[in-house]
């Protein structure tokens, strides 16, 4: 049986960081094992917000596909490509966006939340306002049967649901395909200072760091503030550090740190010497495939090159039936 089809994106605006390895990446590297995946760069989603500055989306738009490539997203497998080489998606965003009512994506409690948030960066804009109606053209554009996303995306894809359902209500039934989510529960990855890793907090552990880099950065993370003295007790659930040892960690290894922690016996130092060993194993050999893919600029070129006409005929096809319906070349 043909496997299902698996469609994501992700917007470049920086360098990928643990809270994307550990709440999008694996699980898009696992997903591999299963279904057809389609993975892009959503360069033109970025530019709704980076409008002002592209330089940034150009830069991470090469820094974000090694990563991916060191990871293990797997070109033999993936398609992965970067969304403006796929002009369909722009075309098909514009005819969609001819049946979706404004009041659809004003109600968008994420285009709310966001406006809010980035008051400063001036989202009044019709390209922002837009953005589902973009996000649905990715994702239909390819007959995705699913979308992993994060619960923060859930409100886009429903608004995906509902423009697919308007679109075959008004043209024809079974057209479109209504994609189903995969809810990920990204886990709340803390940054060095306690708060949410995030690039623009100015807290995060990159992909790419460096040995030293990493070691620095581990050194100074807060640990429980309880512990002022090497020989004050702590606690793990209270500790911002601990919570990485769940994922680089194994079990027998953490219930010796918990507990010694409570008592004592292990230092914060000791804690966090064991973390840059364990997240050294992890990364090094992905360290080592992104330094082989800057290295071979003309291979990375042709893996998107080469994902990108795998996707466009398949979004041709999309494309086509939807020119057909809506009576337009
Ligand atoms: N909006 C998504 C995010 O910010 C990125 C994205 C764009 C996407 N198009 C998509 C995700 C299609 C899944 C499917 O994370």
Redesign the pocket.
Known sequence: MEKQRI?????PTGALHLGHYLGVLKNWVELQEDYRCLYFE?DW?ALTSEYKNPAIIAESTEDIVHTWLGVGIDPERSIIFRQSDIKAHAEFFLLLSMITPVSWLERNPTYKEIREELKEKDLGTFGFLGYPV??AA??VIYHADK?P?GED?LP?LELTREIVRRFNFLYGEGLLKEPKEILTTAPRVPGLDGRKMSKSYNNAIFIHETQAGLKEKVMQMLTDIKRMRRKDPGEPNDCNLYPFHDYFTDEAKRAEIRAGCRDASWGCVDCKRLLIKNLEAEFAPIWDKIAFYKGHKTLVDNILHEGGSRARALANITIEKVRDALRVG
């Open positions: 469609v994501s994106g992700m917007r959503a989603h973009l996000q990715d994702i979308v996303i995306q886009h």
